[in-house]
């Protein structure tokens, strides 16, 4: 069983930054892939940034250049780093984690909400 933790959302202004973090727990992260997802009411859940057990690292277009998720295997810890905020990034994040060989996120934390004021 994988547990994870998010944390690090907030309000913040357009043009801010913010910082979440998933602390992860319960299984050897590096067999993992990792992603953010981003819910907003009235739409689906958006996988907004992912990274592989190797490193590899994947956006969608909206956040490209503004957004950088990032891992680190002695803490267990995937973080994402958000700059240059706009409202629309505003929603709820959740971390999420993918087995290697798995081609879905089995695990997910309980969600953190950023709120981007314009």
């Known amino acids: 069983q994988v547990q994870l933790v998010e944390s690090g959302g907030g309000l913040v202004q357009a043009g801010g930054s913010l910082n979440l973090s998933c602390q992860v727990s319960?299984?050897?992260?590096?067999?993992?892939?990792m992603g953010w997802f981003r819910q907003v009411p009235g739409k689906q859940r958006e996988l907004v940034a992912s990274?592989?057990?190797?490193?590899?690292?994947g956006y969608i277009d909206s956040v490209k250049g503004r957004f950088t998720i990032a891992r680190d295997t002695n803490k267990n810890t995937i973080y994402l780093h958000m700059n240059n905020l706009k409202p629309e990034d505003t929603g709820v994040y959740f971390c999420?984690?993918?087995?290697?060989?798995?081609?879905?996120?089995?695990?997910w934390g309980q969600g953190t909400e950023v709120t981007v004021s314009s």
């Open positions: 319960g299984r050897t992260f590096v067999n993992y892939s």
């Open positions: 999420a984690a993918r087995a290697n060989g798995r081609n879905y996120y089995g695990y």
């Open positions: 990274i592989t057990n190797i490193g590899n690292t």
